[in-house]
């Protein structure tokens, strides 16, 4: 019996007309995401990092050569606000990370590149994220993981469906 089975316990003692069923589902995904967190941040404190910083150097990385995008780009990207992006580019830009350059298809416009030490810096990161992210999943059989990817997919796409309001 874990944490949320006692307060499942607890509620079904209290109310026992409820279905309390759900609770347990969304307070142990919960707990996990919070616990997943926990060591995603452990690895980027080890680098110098924020989670996200390393989003935003990340985003950069993955978009490949010349590893640079729009302010606007990045934004849809991350989803965030332009003040939380700028404040965020800004930090970056102060370690080294990233520099603004002039946007050659836009003259008004600048693009947000990796410097080299950026990019050696979310090289490293992320070799590391993925061994961490592997790590917090090897309880799970590969036939498990497969299932457990395919029905959060199912659920999170019904979630995202427009609602009648």
Do not use: C
Not at 37 to 58: N, T
Not at 81 to 96: A, C, I, V
Not at 117 to 133: K, Y
Request: hydrophobic share 40%; net charge negative; proline share 5%.
């Amino acid at each position: 019996m874990d944490h949320v089975d006692r307060i499942l316990a607890q509620w079904q003692q209290q109310r026992p007309d409820l279905d309390v069923g759900p609770m347990g589902i969304i307070g142990r995904i919960k707990r996990l995401h919070d616990r997943l967190f926990e060591e995603h941040d452990r690895i980027f404190k080890m680098y110098g990092l924020i989670g996200p910083s390393f989003d935003v150097l990340a985003t950069l990385r993955r978009a490949g050569p010349p590893y640079a995008l729009t302010p606007t780009e990045l934004i849809n990207w991350t989803m965030v606000t332009s003040g939380t992006m700028t404040n965020r580019l800004d930090r970056l830009e102060e370690s080294g990370f990233i520099e603004r350059r002039r946007n050659p298809e836009d003259g008004r416009g600048f693009l947000i590149a990796l410097t080299s030490a950026g990019f050696d810096l979310v090289d490293a990161v992320v070799t590391a994220h993925v061994d961490n992210q592997h790590r917090l999943i090897a309880a799970l059989s590969p036939k498990e993981r497969q299932t457990l990817n395919a029905l959060i997919k199912v659920w999170l796409s019904s979630l995202d469906e427009p609602r009648g309001d």
